[in-house]
């Protein structure tokens, strides 16, 4: 709403310094003031909330099953950090979009929507877990329907919206100029599996201290990217990549991600003082799948979040090889965890995911020339 500020100008003409409200207009400055902002807001409060969840009991249960008894050794003393702190997280996107972007763009209001039913079904998952004094929160297939109502909502708004129809059907390969493809009625399935694909990839990867913060940032940075240059009419021409008028505000909404998921991990970070849970990984993975769709870069989130694809891949690897043949890929899922029972410290796995997250997020940008 700052953003308002700017025509302060118009009826504050010739008042020293009223100039200096134009830069109000310019998303990449709201961009960046977006992402400070929710840096402080998780800094500042971050404190305040752990103490608030520390009186209210609200720990992390630790899994107990006897399949998992090395990593319970590994990961004991963590049992009682408080969860949900992705409330913080979730809190400090909304604010900052609020204050900084324009109310009156539809996509901001999506991705703010997505945020919070997408952390409204984490917190919930949670609550169940600490409840039940068990790490059984929601049932798998109860998560997946939520997840798939929202999806289908989402992706209902693209293709019932005269002007968004036709784009949102057509499907972008990186490195080829146009469309591929019109997907038709199959865009509710595709679409489906990026909201809810990425969901659930982000939920996997959120199990070491600040492993699952630290990958957001970059992603987060990386969309703030796409989503200016794609709402830029010039940018997206010269670089022939599909051109979204609404996008170019989503910029706000992903540095605003980045800015939270940097301050999250001060307090995130090795021996972590409070956990996302649920609540906050539900909502970051929900966000960037819908990111994705509104500046038409769905396939590129694969190339941006490849530590997120890597952990999702390698528990469907691991399921289906032990339900085909008796035997196990991994020593355990998500991969995180087999570089654990492999001899990495814990600190070493996070740093070394975190590297990759950023090749990953300097190779989708790259995409963006090689068309």
């Known amino acids: 709403m700052l953003y308002y500020l700017s025509q302060l100008v118009t009826t504050l003409h010739g008042v020293p310094g009223a100039k200096g409200l134009n830069v109000f207009q310019y998303i990449s400055f709201r961009a960046l003031c977006a992402g400070l902002t929710s840096f402080l807001i998780c ?27 090395r990593l319970n050794e590994l990961h004991g003393g963590k049992k009682g950090t408080p969860t949900m702190g992705g409330i913080l997280l979730i809190a400090a996107v909304v604010i900052s979009t609020l204050l900084w972007a324009r109310p009156d763009n539809a996509f901001v209001w999506i991705c703010l929507l997505t945020v919070l039913l997408h ?4 917190f919930y998952d949670d609550w169940l877990k600490i409840t039940k004094k068990s790490s059984d929160g929601i049932s798998s297939r109860m998560k997946f329907l939520l997840q798939c109502i929202l999806a289908g909502g989402i992706t209902a708004y693209f293709l019932l919206t005269p002007a968004l129809a036709k784009q949102a059907q057509e499907l972008y390969i990186p490195f080829l100029k146009g469309p591929v493809l019109n997907l038709g009625l199959w865009t509710y399935l595709f679409y489906l599996l990026i909201i809810v694909g990425s969901s659930n990839a982000v939920n996997l990867t959120d199990g070491l201290d600040g492993l699952a913060a630290g990958c957001t940032v970059m992603a987060g940075a990386c969309f703030g990217v796409f989503t200016y240059l794609a709402g830029n009419i010039k940018t997206a021409g010269y670089l022939q990549i599909p051109y979204y008028p609404l996008s170019g505000e989503l910029a706000i909404v992903s540095l605003s991600l980045a800015g939270a998921a940097l301050g999250f991990l001060w307090w995130n970070c090795h021996p972590a003082k409070v956990f996302m849970g649920d609540t906050g990984s539900l909502a970051i993975g929900g966000l960037l799948g819908v990111l ?49 029972l492999s001899g990495w410290k814990e600190n070493t796995v996070t740093v070394r995911f975190w590297i990759l997250a950023i090749v990953f997020g300097l190779l989708g940008i790259a995409t963006l020339k090689l068309r």
């Open 292 to 340: 994705a769709i509104c500046c038409k870069q769905e396939l590129l989130l694969a190339i941006v979040g490849g530590i997120f694809v890597a952990e999702a891949l390698s528990v469907i690897l691991q399921v289906a090889s032990f339900k085909l043949t008796g035997k196990r890929i991994f020593k355990m899922s998500p991969l995180h965890h087999h570089f654990e």
């Open 43 to 69: 800094l500042l409060f971050g404190d305040a909330l752990i103490r608030r969840l520390v009186q209210l009991k609200l720990g992390q249960p630790i899994r107990s099953a006897e399949e998992v008894h």
């Open 119 to 122: 952390g409204a079904i984490g």
